[in-house]
DNA sequence: CACCCTTGTTTAAGCGCTTAAAAGATTGCT
DNA sequence: AGCAATCTTTTAAGCGCTTAAACAAGGGTG
C-alpha cells in the first residue's frame, strides 16, 4: 500500500537541510535548546516533526561515548523473586533517569552468558546480575573489563563485586519462631542436602529459633530435590506415621516444597493444613500456586533488594576511577502470613 | 586497589596494533575469519584475549546500520500472561539467533512510551508490545518511523499493524462448557461492564455454551471492577441468598475475581468450593495466589502467544521493502482443571 | 567609530567499527 | 623467467552523531 518506500531512516543531515539550517543546530535543538534562537528552534522541530526523525542512539552514544541504560540479566523470570527484583531495580534506577533492559536468562547458563556479553558490546552504563549457580566465568569476564556490575543474591567468596543479599538465616529463624509463637511445639525443617547456600543458612537460622524458644522440639527432615514432588513425598512419608509423631509445624525451604506437602496431606486426607500442621515456605513466590492453601511465607524483599542493587551500582559508576570500594547490604526478610498458618488448637 | 586505571575500553585499533596488522584484519577475524591465514587470525586472537577486547556495538551498529536485538515491551510483568509471552518471544526469536530485550511498563503509559522511544532510537529490528489501553499515540509513532512492529493482545480496528489476540469468545466458552459438562447447572458470569473488549467476547463465549447446552441456566452478575475486591462483594451478595438461589458453577472473568468469589465464599463459611459452587477463571495467571483454592482456569496460551508474534515480527522484518501484508494471528485458548471445580454432586 | 561582549550558528574533527576496492604475496603454468 | 590467478592484507571512505572552536552579527562602551 505505501508507495513511498522508506529506504532510510531520515538523518539529523536531513532534518538540518529541511530546515534550513547546520547539522550542529539541530543537535543542539536537541540537546541544549538553551544554545539556540526561539524561531529557528521552531523551525528545526517542525522539521524534525515533519520527516518523523529518530535520533540514532548508536551514533549518539558512539560520539559521547556513553548510554542511557542499564542492564539487567535474571536467571528466571518465572520467579516472582526476580520480577520483584526488576521492579526494585527499576524504581533505582528511574531516580536517576536511566533505563533499565530486561534479559531474561530463563534458567540457561548460556543465556545468561550472551546477555553479559549483550550488554558489554552495548557499553550499558552497568550491570545488574541475578546470577544462576557456576556463573563465576561470566561474572569475571565483565568484571575484568571493568564494567560496574552488582551481583543479587550470590553469596560466595571471591567475588570482587558489590553483593546484595537476603539474610537467609533470618528467613529460617523468622519462619520458625512463626510456628513456635503459634503454639507449635514439633517444628519440622523439611530442606534437601546443604549443598547450597541458603539451605544450610536458613538451617542454622531455624535450629537458633527453637533452641532460643525452649519448649519447642525440632526434627530436621530430608529431601533429595527442592521442587513441589520432593514435598508431595515428605507428606506421604509423613502420612504413614501416627498422628502424634508427626510434626505440628513445618518450615519448607522452598515454596514449592510447601506447597507439595500442603497438596499431599490434603488429597491423601493425612491432616489438615493449618489445623494439625501449620506449614510455612521461605521464599514467597508468587508463581507457586499449585498448592491448596495460601501459603505463609518468609518473603525475600525482592524489590528492596532490587533498589539497593541499583543503588549499589550507581554508586559504583559516579565514583571516580579507582575511588570504588565494593560493599555487601543484606536485606533482612519479612514474614507474610496467609492461610497455611495458625493458632494450634488447644490441648493438641 | 587497581593501580592501574582503565581509561577506556580497548579499541579495535588497539588489538591491530598490539598484533601487528591492520584493523581490516582484527574485523575480519572476528567477522569473517574464513578470509584470514590461520597465522594472523590467531595472533589476532591471542591480542583480543591479553587485552580484553569488546567490540563495541554501537560503533558496529553504525557502521552496518544493523542490530541483533528485538525489543519487547511488556504491560506488566508481574501478570505471568506477559511472562509467558516474553518465554514465547524468546523461543521465535531464538530460532534465528537474535536476542531479545525486555522493557517493563509496569502499567505505567509513560514507561511503555519511554521504552518504545529507546527502542527506536536503539534501530532495534522490531518491536513486540503488549500495549496498555490507550496505547495508539505511541503505536502509530512507531508505525509512522517504519520500525517492524506487532501488537499482542490488542484488539482494536484501524492499527496498522501485525496482532497476535486471544479468542475470547472460546475462553468463556471453554469456562462454561467445563461447568456444564461436570454438571452443574445455575452457571453464573462474573464481569464487569463490558467497555473492556475481552469481557464482552467471553461473556459472549459464555453465553452461547449455556444456549448449546440447552438444560443450564446464565445468571449474569455485574460487579464495578475487576479486582479481587469485586469478588469478595460477589461472595458476600451470594450468601444473602437462599443456597437453592445461587449458581453452582461460576464463571469469573477474572482471576482476581474467581479468587476473592472463592475466599469471600470459604472465611465467611457460605458454600464449598468446588463442593457446592464450583469456579472457573479466565487468565490463569500464575500471580493469583491470594485465593485458599488453586483455580481451574482457561489458559490464555501466552507462550504461543508470543512465539505467534515473534514469528509474524521475523516475517515483516525479512519482507523486501514494501511487499508486508498485516495479518492477526489468532490463539485458541485451554482448560486448566485444577482444585476449583468438580463433577457436582448427584441431587444437587 | 574602533573595541569588546553577547548571542547564535557553522565548521570540522572525531567516536570505533565495516567493507569495497586496491595493493601485495604466493603460487602455478608456460 | 614472466605472467595470470589466487589468497591475504591494507587503505580509506563512510555510518550519524557530538562538541570544541571558529565565525558572524549585533549591541553597548568609552
Chains 1, 2 share one sequence.
Not at 536511566?98 to 547458563?109: K, Q, S
Not at 513456635?180 to 539451605?199: H, L, N, S
Amino acid at each position: 500500500m505505501p508507495a513511498k518506500v522508506k529506504k532510510t531512516n531520515p538523518s539529523m543531515l536531513d532534518v538540518a537541510r529541511f530546515a534550513g539550517v547546520s547539522i550542529a543546530t539541530v543537535s543542539n535543538v536537541i540537546n541544549r535548546p538553551e544554545k539556540v534562537s526561539e524561531a529557528t528552534a521552531e523551525q528545526v522541530r517542525a522539521a524534525i516533526a515533519e520527516l518523523g526523525f529518530v535520533r540514532n542512539d548508536a551514533a549518539r552514544s558512539l560520539a559521547t561515548g556513553t548510554t542511557s541504560s542499564i542492564g539487567m540479566v535474571l536467571a528466571d523470570l518465572d520467579n516472582s523473586l526476580f520480577v520483584d527484583m526488576a521492579h526494585g531495580a527499576q524504581r533505582g534506577v528511574d531516580a536517576v533517569g536511566l533505563r533499565l533492559l530486561l534479559g531474561n536468562a530463563a534458567c540457561d547458563l548460556t543465556r545468561q552468558d550472551d546477555y553479559l556479553r549483550l550488554f558489554d558490546e552495548a557499553r550499558v552504563g552497568g550491570v545488574l546480575l541475578s546470577p544462576m549457580e557456576d556463573s563465576l566465568a561470566g561474572i569475571e569476564r565483565m568484571r575484568s573489563h571493568g564494567r560496574p556490575m552488582v551481583l543479587l543474591n550470590y553469596d560466595q567468596d571471591g567475588i570482587d563485586c558489590c553483593t546484595v543479599l537476603v539474610d537467609n538465616e533470618e528467613v529460617g529463624y523468622l519462619a520458625a519462631r512463626h510456628l513456635i509463637e503459634t503454639g507449635r511445639k514439633r517444628i519440622g525443617f523439611v530442606a534437601g542436602r546443604d549443598y547450597y547456600q541458603p539451605v544450610h543458612a536458613r538451617r542454622v537460622g531455624v535450629q537458633r529459633a527453637v533452641r532460643e524458644a525452649g519448649g519447642a522440639r525440632l526434627e530436621e527432615i530430608d529431601t533429595g530435590g527442592l521442587d513441589f514432588e520432593d514435598g508431595l513425598a515428605v507428606a506421604r512419608a509423613l502420612g504413614e506415621r501416627p498422628p502424634g509423631q508427626r510434626p505440628d509445624g513445618i518450615v519448607a525451604v522452598t515454596d514449592d516444597i510447601a506447597n507439595g506437602i500442603a497438596e499431599g496431606l490434603h488429597t491423601a486426607f493425612v491432616a489438615e493444613v493449618p489445623g494439625d500442621i501449620s506449614i510455612v515456605g521461605c521464599e514467597d513466590n508468587r508463581s507457586a500456586r499449585s498448592g491448596p492453601v495460601a501459603l505463609t511465607a518468609v518473603q525475600l524483599e525482592g524489590v528492596r533488594m532490587g533498589q539497593a542493587a541499583a543503588e549499589l551500582l550507581l554508586e559504583e559508576m559516579n565514583a571516580p576511577a579507582g575511588e570504588h570500594r565494593h560493599r555487601t547490604v543484606t536485606v533482612r526478610p519479612g514474614l507474610v502470613v496467609r492461610a497455611s498458618t495458625a493458632v494450634a488448637p488447644l490441648g493438641v
